[in-house]
């Protein structure tokens, strides 16, 4: 079975708990479809570099996928039919990492550098 890794964008003005529904929704699809998801990672909330679809920002979502090619092409066809999802990208990988991804990493050292500086105040 081929490795993905599949990040979806919500909608701004859905509540997280949508967001995960729509993260629980995409993992039943794959499942359905003979894959299996690996883990789930959300991101939050995060500004656009640019508008879509009249958003200035988006919640993130990643699902690591372990499955056959003909699942990531239903995936991808269910995100294009629901209205809350507005971008996807689907990637074939080597192999998934261990332990949180870089985003994960970067939102812990944000939040420690905060912190440090709000002890120093």
């Known amino acids: 079975m081929a490795l993905y890794e599949h990040v979806l964008l919500a909608r701004q003005d859905l509540s997280q708990a949508q967001v995960d529904a729509l993260a629980a ?10 894959g299996k998801v690996v883990k789930t990672e959300t991101w939050g ?10 958003n200035r920002k988006a919640h993130f979502v ?43 990493r970067k939102n812990d050292r944000d939040k420690k550098k905060r912190s440090d500086r709000e002890e120093r105040n």
């Open 62 to 104: 990643m699902l690591n996928i372990d499955g056959p090619g003909s699942l990531v092409a239903e995936l991808e066809r269910q995100n294009r039919i629901n209205e809350d999802i507005i971008r996807w990208l689907t990637i074939a990988v080597e192999n998934h990492e261990d332990g949180p991804s870089v985003m994960m």
């Open 25 to 34: 929704g995409a993992t039943e699809i794959v499942e359905a479809n003979g």
């Open 45 to 54: 909330l995060k500004s656009l570099a640019y508008k879509i679809d009249r």
